[in-house]
């Protein structure tokens, strides 16, 4: 699978591209949160534009990068991160949301609503950092240039895509253009033709799955050189010993009451939908100091 992170630079056109396509790993989220098309391409939005994030972190699953998107659509909460090494999970509150088409695409902006994009960025040195701007439009793409211009001074351009049919994700990335102080107004105004042409970001990516090809459609003509290329691929972080924390940060009372029903009490991960149980007798030694269970 062509799942990968490119980063580019063009010595001539002095921008910066990013390309990621993440097509099958969204398939993956898909079936395991039992995500509704219009849930699947949010989500997916959101986690192709963390990885195009994560492309300037170290190589190393300590950083990285997250998006948390809350609005009042029906979706309520996207969040989606990827880390140095291109691990990239993500989470929707309300999965099964169903909400018609529209225009022949899938109304992510009604989904999302209106509220806040935040981009959590931690480096591994401590405290993670933290900037936040209101949702401009809810498409995510738009979203995250809006961000990157109000918080990191970044002029940018993204599209991020997902192309489904028939529940299936058949196509899912983007790219990021940066926009680097020495640009050429006629290059900036030629690539943005060509963005305008490629006839949307999923189709071009359904019709051309290796990334490699965007990045010679967009800055054919400059001086394109590869930095990186780095695979992408689903893995989640979550353990049982925080599915524990979890456990014991809940109320104390409502974990007795639960444990009086029931000979385990089990943690779901919401990004990969994992199942830790904990029998009565583990809960008991670990909540022994502050009282039995039973
Ligand atoms: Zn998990």
């Known amino acids: 699978m062509r799942q990968r992170l490119l980063r580019v630079v063009d010595d001539r056109w002095h921008v910066r591209l990013i390309v990621a396509t993440a097509t099958a790993l969204l398939n993956t989220v898909r079936r395991r949160l039992a995500t509704s098309p219009v849930a699947t391409a949010s989500l997916g939005r959101a ?127 983007g790219c990021l253009v940066e926009r680097l102080p020495d640009a050429d107004e006629s290059a900036m105004d030629q690539l943005s033709e060509r963005i305008r042409t490629l006839g949307g970001i999923s189709h071009w990516l359904w019709r051309h799955p290796d990334p490699i090809q965007l990045v010679y459609q967009l800055l054919e003509g400059g001086r394109p050189r590869i ?34 029903q029931e000979a385990t009490v089990e943690v779901r991960c919401g990004f990969c939908n994992a199942a830790y149980g904990f029998s009565r007798e583990e809960l008991d030694f670990y909540l022994r100091p502050l009282g039995r269970v039973h």
């Open 47 to 173: 986690m192709v534009g963390s990885a195009l994030l994560s492309a300037y972190l170290k190589p190393t699953a300590q950083q990285r990068v997250q998006i948390h998107i809350a609005g009042d659509g029906p979706l309520r909460e996207v969040v989606a991160e990827c880390n140095g090494i291109g691990h990239v999970r993500g989470y929707v509150r309300n999965p099964q949301v169903d909400l018609p088409p529209r225009d022949g695409k899938w109304d992510v902006a009604r989904a999302v609503g209106r509220g806040y994009f935040t981009v959590l960025r931690d480096l591994g040195l401590g405290e993670p950092y933290a900037s936040t701007v209101p949702l401009v439009s809810g498409e995510i793409a738009q979203d995250l240039a809006y961000y990157l211009l109000q918080s990191e001074q970044v002029h940018s351009a993204v599209l991020l895509g997902v192309l489904i049919r028939r529940e299936r994700v058949i196509a899912a990335g």
């Open 227 to 260: 930095l990186e290329v780095r695979p992408l691929r689903f893995r989640c972080r979550c353990r049982r010993s925080r599915a524990l924390e979890v456990l014991m940060a809940m109320d104390r009372q409502a974990l007795i009451d639960d444990l009086r």
